[in-house]
């Protein structure tokens, strides 16, 4: 991911660096150059235009066109404004990773499109809770339209080592959640993480399906997976999951990719909700915390 985004960023601020001395144009020209490189990586127009003036404003300060390295200092300030649109900066310290601050048994409900990688989330999900931070994990596939899911949550909870909730056949989701829970109630589980059955594109049954299952199962935790590689598309679908659902977190899957990138620097600004996790592959290890800082580092590398 950010191929594309990282070396046309690049080409831009060696030739920035070459120039030694800047002046106010030279600013002008480079955060041009910078518009069109986002606008290429799918940032939403919105993300992109606040992005470019906030730069601007910081950047054309006679402080910064005086210092000694100015190049280096406008790369700063890219830096610092990538870092805030990607959910980073003061106050959000607490709003990453997964939030278990709850009574046991904390549900965690796990919504997405169909083919976003929400049932292997779901399991690499487990593995983590189960081995780096010693929990006890139920999964429970939530999914009555499609039967392999279950028989696929239940495969994925083998490999993770955990335990899957018994498939019940004709139970609705409602009632395949209720159970989970107090299964999760009475043999003490940590956390019960509900996988929601997808669709292939939004449409108004599946909303109400995920909103109903939310209601009923009140989790702590609203996971929308989404994947990166389909750009604007993720974003509008976690524009609609927000809206009609509501999420706490998203994990954006597929990073192994070569997503250009611009999902992952619009969603915040969208949806308001943070990116919490990502997913860089198929195995149930390839899960990764989201560090803004990070990614940006990735991005300007
Ligand atoms: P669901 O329909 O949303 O539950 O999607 P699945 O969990 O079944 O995933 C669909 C496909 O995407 C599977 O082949 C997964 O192995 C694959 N997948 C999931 N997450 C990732 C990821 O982060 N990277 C890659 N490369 N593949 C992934």
């Known amino acids: 991911m950010f191929e594309a985004l990282s070396s046309k960023l690049n080409g831009v601020f060696d030739r920035l660096r070459r120039r030694g001395a800047l002046s106010e144009a030279d600013v002008t020209e480079a955060l041009r150059e910078v518009r069109v490189a986002l606008l290429e990586a799918d940032v939403a127009l919105p993300v992109v235009r606040d992005l470019v003036n906030k730069v601007r404003e910081r950047a054309v300060g006679q402080e910064v066109l005086r210092s000694v390295s100015p190049a280096q200092q406008v790369v700063k300030i890219v830096n610092d404004a990538l870092v805030e649109a990607l959910g980073g900066g003061e106050g959000d310290d607490g709003k990453r990773g997964i939030d278990l601050n709850a009574p046991s048994p904390v549900p965690i409900l796990m919504v997405g499109l169909q083919g976003s990688g929400k ?79 997808g669709r292939l594109a939004i449409d108004e049954a599946l909303m109400e399906e995920v909103a109903q299952v939310k209601l009923a199962t009140n989790p702590h935790e609203t996971l929308l997976v989404v994947d990166a590689m389909t750009g604007q598309d993720a974003v509008n679908t976690a524009r609609a999951f927000q809206d009609k659902v509501g999420v706490t977190g998203i994990v954006m899957t597929r990073i192994d990719g070569d997503a250009r990138g611009g999902a992952a620097l619009s969603m915040r600004a969208v949806t308001g909700a943070p990116i919490k996790l990502l997913g860089a592959g198929e195995k149930l290890d390839a899960l990764e915390d989201f560090h803004p800082d990070r990614i940006a580092s990735r991005i300007l590398g």
């Open 119 to 197: 049932t292997t989330t779901s399991g690499k999900i487990a593995l983590r809770l189960r081995t780096k931070d010693r929990k006890k994990v139920l999964l429970a596939s939530l999914d009555v339209h499609r039967p392999a899911a279950q028989l696929q949550l239940q495969t994925l909870a083998q490999q993770a080592e955990v335990t899957s909730l018994p498939i019940v056949p004709g139970q609705t989701p409602i009632q395949i959640a209720a159970r989970a829970m107090d299964v999760g109630r009475r043999e003490l589980y940590d956390v019960v993480i509900l996988d929601t059955a």
